[in-house]
């Protein structure tokens, strides 16, 4: 395990959580994530969740100038008994039956292939190891750079690219560990729609998604991630979806972050602060239309830093998600948990970013859900 220097304090180092098992994933190749070939193209591309765009988020902060804040650990994979904390029996089963029997397409774009489920596992695994590394002192921020991604799969069944809820299943360990009150911020550019559904009822878990306004996308994607999806229950209130119109960019991001985020997560005290990271929200990246550059990956992680260290002691749990632009996104990661040290310089230049930003729009978008949260929402009202 390469270790940052000593003299770093637990706030000025992250401690990450890989393992190479997790690039057994394969998912093959074809039209984009459909994994058809339409018999007239000589070139079919690599399903957008393919090992190459993690292999590269490690080696950036193994060898990039972030290196030295960086402590590397390794986990097992999780246990079936685990997965049960958020995943219904039945929906594991039927998990471990396909892989039994050699595979199954879950929905579209999401294959369980040979060596799937194994990577499946050690994702969970080495999540719930960063969350249980945080929970007792180890260290304060932990990265668990997992894939299969998790933040759409649902209590009982897959969804996008992802099979098991691995930040859901650290928010449970928190839970039961005896924290009382968890917040959830997801960056990816899509609803992270199953981790909402798994705290759906919940009053000790805030989930706030950031994603890109693209509705419902069919039967293992029902929620639409609109504003009026606000929980049920003693969770009513405690879900808070923020869609964002395609080119929000750095600013918009911002200023979101400022009068929708912040204020929640004041007011709701957070005892573990949870960052779900998903570099498909950049400028470049195949799978969303957000035009976040660097700065604003690094502007984002200063702010959940600053709510870390005013509600939860510092502890911060990061979780990642998707992101496939195969190098851009190795950078925004590497921005992102810049943010996250509160380092005073960025270490690394934007190769690549160039894009006229007109906030005008978002922010009128992100007055409006203020509007209508402040109006529906009691808890964001008064607190």
Not at 120 to 125: K, N, P, R, T
Not at 162 to 186: H, I, M, P, Q, T
Not at 207 to 218: D, P, Q, R, Y
Not at 240 to 260: F, K, V
Request: hydrophobic share 35%; proline share 6%.
């Amino acid at each position: 395990m390469a270790a940052s220097s000593s003299s770093s304090s637990s706030t000025s180092r992250i401690d990450a959580f890989w393992h190479d098992g997790m690039l057994n994933h394969d998912t093959g190749r074809g039209v984009f994530d459909t994994g058809s070939d339409p018999g007239f193209l000589d070139v079919l591309e690599k399903h957008p969740e393919n090992p190459d765009r993690v292999r590269n988020m490690v080696s950036i902060l193994k060898r990039g100038p972030i290196s030295p804040y960086v402590s590397w650990h390794s986990a097992t994979p999780a246990l079936i008994s685990q997965l049960l904390s958020f995943h219904s029996p039945e929906y594991i089963k039927e998990l471990v039956e396909a892989n039994k029997n050699g595979g199954k397409v879950l929905c579209c774009g999401t294959f369980l292939n040979p060596g799937s489920w194994d990577a499946a596992l050690l994702a969970a695994g080495n999540t719930l190891s960063a969350m249980k590394h945080v929970l007792d002192g180890k260290g304060k921020i932990a990265y668990a750079l997992v894939r299969p991604p998790g933040h759409h799969a649902q209590p009982s069944q897959a969804d996008g690219y992802c099979f098991l809820n691995n930040a859901g299943l650290a928010v449970r360990l928190a839970l039961d560990s005896g924290c009382k009150r968890v917040v959830v911020v997801d960056i990816d550019v899509h609803y992270g729609n199953g981790t909402a559904e798994g705290f759906y009822q919940s009053n000790d878990v805030l989930t706030i998604s950031l994603h890109m306004n693209h509705g419902s996308w069919g039967p293992s994607h029902p929620q639409s991630g609109s504003v009026d999806e606000l929980g049920e229950g003693e969770g009513y209130g405690y879900n808070m979806n923020i869609p964002l119109p395609n080119g929000t960019g750095d600013r918009g991001y911002e200023y979101a972050m400022t009068e929708l985020v912040v204020p929640a997560v004041e007011s709701f005290k957070p005892e573990m602060v949870v960052l779900v990271i998903g570099q498909d929200s950049s400028a470049f990246d195949p799978n969303g239309r957000q035009c976040l550059t660097m700065d604003g990956y690094r502007a984002i992680g200063q702010t959940i830093r600053g709510l870390a260290d005013r509600h939860s002691g510092g502890r911060i749990l990061i979780v990642q998600e998707g992101g496939y632009h195969v190098t851009y996104s190795a950078y925004c990661l590497h921005a992102t948990l810049v943010g996250i040290l509160d380092l005073p310089d960025p270490l690394l230049v934007d190769p690549i970013a160039y894009y006229p930003e007109d906030e005008a729009f978002p922010v009128k978008v992100v007055d409006s859900i203020k509007r209508y949260l402040v109006d529906k929402v009691p808890f964001f009202k008064y607190h």
